[in-house]
């Protein structure tokens, strides 16, 4: 206990080990924050320069920018209504409508203090439990994978502003631009109309950028006269009573994240989604409707995105396998510096395993204070004349789409999807849809066709398996109570039970 102790607090007493850590975690956020400097594309480039460094300086800076880096793409959503990461999205959603109403420092405040708690619950998993969960991982079978994905995509209820119809089209929509490209299997060609730029896919960050930054930058344009809205910072620091309020909700999409992160493939952009539902189904009276500006909103997908990144360390340490495209670049440095991460790693090398808990601990304590300043500074944006501020807009998600592959391409997709976001908002059609369906559809195409080999290609076979293995059935019964809870008996059954008169439930017939 005292060995695990000293490897623990080592970052904590050792002076370059804090200066990494806390300009690390620094970086993170402020990289997060601008749209299409994603934290991997950090991470990656700094593999390069830490080559010669000590194991712990290099692991040290690349906690820091993880942990703030998923942070950081709160801060432009809740701003500019532009996610600075694919899991800032459903953030975005009631962030920005606070931001409208001269609430921004009140919404960022909100979202640190909860992405901090998020943060110390994935890593308090993490440190007591790793074992376990990394195990309970691994009992996923492709299959389970595709059921997963198939119930990420009964969010599109949540996401699509009351018209069911409306979101299962734009959810179908993302499904098939992540379908653009290369067969992942046969190197077949889909979608790509014999165009060569096509056959490596159309960017996501491109599709985001375009759809969020670039098409809120159009409808802004019909409000150009219109005065820029005063924020209120009279309170940044959420009081007790609102933390007190939210804490389970917290608590609850924690544990959802740090579940969803340790799952390979799977990282924050789907558990702050999932999170987002969750929300939306369990809070019974919230004070203001969700995509209003409800605070319930912003609280499930910030505790899910910054748990998720506890949740991606337990499989790559205790198994060797990276639960995002984040921690896999890690893995590479790791090996880089003569680690091998797995159960050996857990046996050889124990403090390398308490070193990191004790760094992402720190760096979760360094992205509360250098989350809770500047907070004042960064909501004088939003007071900008829209004269200045759409440029400014248009200015950052050009830079930011172009700084992915350095490619004029995907600057041209991102001002199209621009186009067509716009158009979809002018018509009542959401935007959280499409970006849910791009995420998925990558992690519904492999895992059905590795289910499919895994059941020599019988589909019979497949949902077979479903009934025989309790973890598939348990997925495949949430799908169906998930659907059923969509339909018109289902209300009159809930109706019936609490006793309540038909007419006081009201249903959209789009829904069912």
């Known amino acids: 206990m005292p060995e695990t102790l000293q490897y623990f607090l080592m970052t904590w007493t050792q002076p370059q080990l804090l200066f990494l850590t806390a300009i690390g975690t620094f970086a993170g956020i402020y990289i997060g924050a601008i749209p299409g400097l994603s934290v991997t594309m950090a991470v990656s480039i700094l593999i390069s320069f830490t080559f010669s460094w000590e194991v712990n300086n290099a692991l040290a800076l690349m906690a820091g920018i993880y942990m703030g ?145 670039v098409s809120e930058a159009l409808d802004q344009m019909h409000y150009l006269s219109m005065p820029a809205i005063k924020q209120r910072l009279t309170r940044i620091v959420p009081s007790w009573q609102d933390v007190k309020k939210h804490l389970p909700l917290g608590l609850r999409c924690s544990a959802l994240g740090t579940f969803i992160g340790a799952l390979p493939g799977t990282g924050g952009d789907i558990a702050a989604l999932m999170a987002y539902d969750h929300a939306k189904r369990s809070t019974k009276n919230p004070e203001v409707p969700f995509g209003e500006g409800a605070k319930e909103g912003i609280v499930a997908p910030e505790a899910a995105n910054n748990a998720a990144v506890g949740g991606a360390y337990i499989p790559m340490l205790t198994l060797g396998i990276p639960g995002d495209a984040v921690t896999a670049v890690i893995v590479g440095a790791m090996f880089v510096h003569g680690l091998n991460p797995g159960p050996l790693l857990m046996i050889e090398r124990p403090e390398i395993f308490w070193f990191t808990v004790g760094t992402l601990t720190l760096a979760t304590i360094f992205m509360f204070i250098f989350g809770m300043t500047g907070i004042k500074i960064f909501t004088k944006i939003v007071e900008w004349p829209k004269t200045v501020l759409l440029p400014v807009i248009l200015l950052l998600s050009i830079v930011g789409c172009y700084a992915i592959n350095n490619s004029v391409t995907d600057v041209w997709w991102m001002l199209g999807f621009g186009i067509i976001g716009y158009f979809m908002k002018t018509y009542g059609y959401q935007l959280g849809p499409v970006i849910l369906g791009l995420i998925l559809s990558r992690l519904i195409d492999d895992n059905w066709r590795r289910a499919i080999i895994s059941e020599q290609e019988s589909v019979v076979g497949l949902f077979t398996g479903i009934f025989m293995s309790p973890l598939s059935l348990f997925l495949f019964l949430t799908i169906v109570f998930l659907l059923f809870s969509q339909t018109k008996l289902w209300v009159k059954l809930k109706t019936r039970v609490l006793g309540r008169s038909a007419k006081d439930v009201t249903i959209d017939p789009t829904q069912v």
């Open 69 to 213: 880096g998923v942070y950081g793409g709160s801060r432009t959503a809740i701003l500019l209504n532009i996610p600075g990461a694919p899991s800032a999205i459903a953030t975005a959603l009631d962030g920005y409508p606070l931001a409208k109403k001269g609430l921004a420092g009140e919404a960022i405040g909100l979202s640190t203090t909860i992405s901090t708690l998020g943060g110390f619950f994935g890593i308090l998993i993490l440190a007591i439990a790793a074992p376990f969960v990394s195990e309970f991982a691994l009992r996923f079978q492709p299959r389970d994978y595709l059921l997963l994905a198939v119930m990420g995509l009964l969010l599109v209820g949540s996401l699509s502003g009351g018209s069911m119809a409306k979101g299962v089209f734009a959810g179908a929509l993302g499904i098939l631009l992540g379908s653009v490209g290369l067969d992942p299997l046969t190197a077949e060609e889909r979608f790509t109309f014999g165009y060569t730029d096509l056959m490596t896919g159309i960017s996501a960050i491109a599709i985001m950028i375009g759809m969020f930054g």
